[in-house]
């Protein structure tokens, strides 16, 4: 499958089933409404006749990589080493393939723990060029999705947001290496990167949520089944995609 080998030696994640429950509350809760924060998670938790304090939501948010999507100011100071580029999409007009690819990463739950799940898309037809799945947030399993898409071609704009994997050296010298320009979201709009948002929300409804993962062959075994799925789906009328690497 050409996945990373940490992939295929998942054990899962230490948090109590308790956490676990909540987590899947959070992430369902919030591929619903992306906008909402830790304090109105734990409004919503309450709701449903869960008692969480916001310090555990907030936690657990940050582990499961959820971000409230709207403007915020910009309140911390990028580590060194790290690289932030220009936002270079707005107003552009999609008009072929390999012109715009973006990237991100989002949570899966699995039955005794969760992974995480990254994805190159085109933003033209909407094909998943690659994926991988990983138990950690390192970069590694973003640079294994990169270095696969990229032997099938590569795109004019590479679009990420401005998260720790991206910004990195590894990351930023691997795609400004391949002659690609370099695009980043502005900090706190994930909207600028909207098609992956839309992916994700198709990934979880149409494949993830009726799913309950016990191992990690079985998810990459079925979410490759999807993907294939997703990139000959004809409900967009511009998918000619072949099989994601």
Same mark, same amino acid.
């Given at each position: 499958?050409?996945?990373?080998?940490?992939? $295929?030696?998942?054990?899962? %994640?230490?948090?109590?089933?308790?956490? &676990?429950?909540?987590?899947?509350?959070?992430?369902?809760?919030? !591929?619903?409404?992306?906008?909402?924060?830790?304090? =109105?998670? %734990?409004? $919503?938790?309450?709701? %449903?006749?869960?008692?969480?304090?916001?310090? =555990?939501?907030?936690?657990?948010?940050?582990?499961? @990589?959820?971000?409230?999507?709207?403007?915020?100011?910009?309140?911390?100071?990028?580590?060194?080493?790290?690289?932030?580029?220009?936002?270079? &999409?707005? @107003?552009?007009?999609?008009? =072929?393939? /390999?012109?715009?690819?973006?990237?991100?990463?989002?949570?899966?739950?699995?039955?005794?723990?969760?992974?995480?799940?990254?994805?190159?898309?085109?933003?033209?037809?909407?094909?998943?060029?690659?994926?991988?799945?990983?138990?950690?947030?390192?970069?590694?399993?973003?640079?294994?999705?990169?270095?696969?898409?990229?032997?099938?071609?590569?795109?004019?704009?590479? /679009?990420?947001?401005? @998260?720790?994997?991206? !910004?990195?050296?590894?990351?930023?010298?691997? %795609?400004? @290496?391949?002659?690609?320009?370099?695009?980043?979201?502005?900090?706190?709009?994930?909207?600028?990167?909207?098609?992956?948002? +839309?992916? $994700?929300? !198709?990934?979880?409804?149409?494949?993830?949520?009726?799913?309950?993962?016990?191992?990690?062959?079985?998810?990459?075994?079925?979410?490759?089944?999807?993907? +294939?799925?997703?990139?000959?789906?004809?409900?967009?009328?511009?998918?000619?995609?072949?099989?994601?690497?």
């Amino acid at each position: 499958m050409g996945l990373a080998r940490s992939t $295929w030696y998942y054990e899962p %994640v230490g948090e109590t089933e308790e956490n &676990l429950e909540i987590m899947r509350l959070l992430d369902e809760q919030y !591929t619903k409404t992306p906008f909402y924060g830790s304090r =109105r998670m %734990v409004a $919503w938790l309450e709701s %449903v006749d869960r008692i969480v304090n916001r310090k =555990r939501v907030s936690r657990l948010m940050r582990k499961m @990589g959820l971000e409230a999507i709207y403007p915020k100011p910009r309140l911390s100071i990028p580590a060194p080493g790290r690289r932030t580029f220009p936002y270079l &999409l707005r @107003g552009l007009a999609i008009t =072929r393939p /390999n012109q715009v690819w973006s990237t991100d990463i989002t949570y899966i739950r699995m039955r005794g723990g969760f992974m995480y799940l990254t994805a190159i898309l085109d933003w033209y037809s909407r094909c998943v060029l690659a994926w991988e799945l990983s138990n950690t947030m390192d970069v590694q399993f973003c640079l294994a999705a990169l270095e696969r898409a990229l032997r099938g071609g590569k795109p004019d704009i590479f /679009n990420t947001d401005q @998260g720790s994997q991206f !910004t990195g050296h590894e990351f930023t010298s691997h %795609v400004l @290496g391949a002659g690609v320009q370099f695009s980043m979201d502005g900090r706190g709009r994930a909207l600028d990167n909207i098609f992956v948002e +839309r992916l $994700w929300r !198709t990934v979880k409804y149409e494949e993830v949520y009726l799913k309950d993962y016990a191992t990690v062959p079985e998810a990459v075994q079925s979410l490759a089944a999807y993907f +294939r799925f997703y990139n000959t789906d004809v409900r967009s009328g511009l998918k000619q995609c072949t099989d994601p690497a």
